[in-house]
């Protein structure tokens, strides 16, 4: 069945590092891929996604990348803050339909 | 625009009991779909609605149920609650939906509703 896999689950940083989270998907028929960041207490929101017809995409210090043969795509923050702080989640869709399978989430944690 | 609004906020029922939640999309979308948040499944889809019609529905029992009004309001029924409901409600809604544009379509999710089953 469709599975999205996370990882770490959990995964803390000093202040100004970079933070890397991977995700891995079992269908093959998915092609876009969104990154959601939840701080605790509010509702998820988007900060990148990416579609399966491009490698990378960048914007500012988040960056994720995609490699469709191997099913992989990841999240990598640089020069960390502490209010990037939260739980982070990958998911992946398809065509003609807005379900999005989530991973299981990673906590981030910066320490300044 | 106003973000996407969910009511109640939280609630607290019984076992047995049922429940109605409320999402109002942002202003022109037309595509509401439902996740439920758990500490232990995570995120998981429930159902996606456009132009009043379920269009995909998630592996969840009938006791939930969902539909979409004329002015893209939707609402979710939890029927015959039980203790495993308690979680957090969210509604997301996109602009078209790729059940009509073909590809997804960013989605904004609604603050949630917290509902606790005793």
């Known amino acids: 069945g469709e599975n999205v896999e996370q990882h770490p689950s959990t995964l803390s940083v000093q202040e100004g590092d970079s933070a890397v989270i991977k995700c891995t998907y079992s269908?093959?028929?998915?092609?876009?891929f969104p990154w959601y960041k939840q701080e605790l207490g509010k509702r998820p929101q988007l900060i990148i996604d990416?579609?399966?017809?491009?490698g990378e995409k960048k914007d500012q210090r988040i960056a994720v990348t995609l490699n469709k043969t191997a099913k992989h795509f990841s999240l990598h923050i640089t020069e960390t803050q502490p209010e990037d702080s939260a739980v982070y989640f990958c998911?992946?869709?398809?065509?003609?339909?807005?379900?999005?399978?989530f991973g299981t989430g990673t906590r981030l944690q910066v320490f300044p | 625009k106003a973000g996407v609004t969910q009511t109640p906020r939280y609630l607290i029922k019984t076992r047995g009991q049922q429940v109605t939640l409320s999402c109002s999309p942002i202003?022109?979308?037309?595509?509401v779909s439902w996740y439920q948040q758990t500490p232990g499944q995570g995120l998981q889809f429930l159902f996606e609605?456009?132009?009043?019609?379920?269009?995909n529905k998630g592996n969840f029992p009938g006791r939930f149920s969902g539909r979409q009004f004329s002015n893209s309001r939707s609402e979710m029924n939890v029927s015959t609650l039980e203790l495993g409901d308690s979680a957090l409600y969210l509604c997301?809604?996109?602009?078209?939906?790729?059940?009509?544009?073909?590809?997804?379509?960013?989605?904004?999710f609604g603050p949630g509703t917290r509902l606790l089953v005793l």
């Open positions: 997301a809604s996109s602009a078209v939906g790729a059940g009509t544009s073909g590809a997804q379509e960013t989605q904004y």
């Open positions: 998911a992946a869709g398809s065509y003609n339909t807005d379900k999005l399978i």
């Open positions: 990416i579609r399966s017809n491009v």
């Open positions: 609605y456009f132009s009043e019609t379920q269009r």
């Open positions: 202003s022109g979308h037309r595509s």
């Open positions: 269908d093959s028929a998915s092609n876009y």
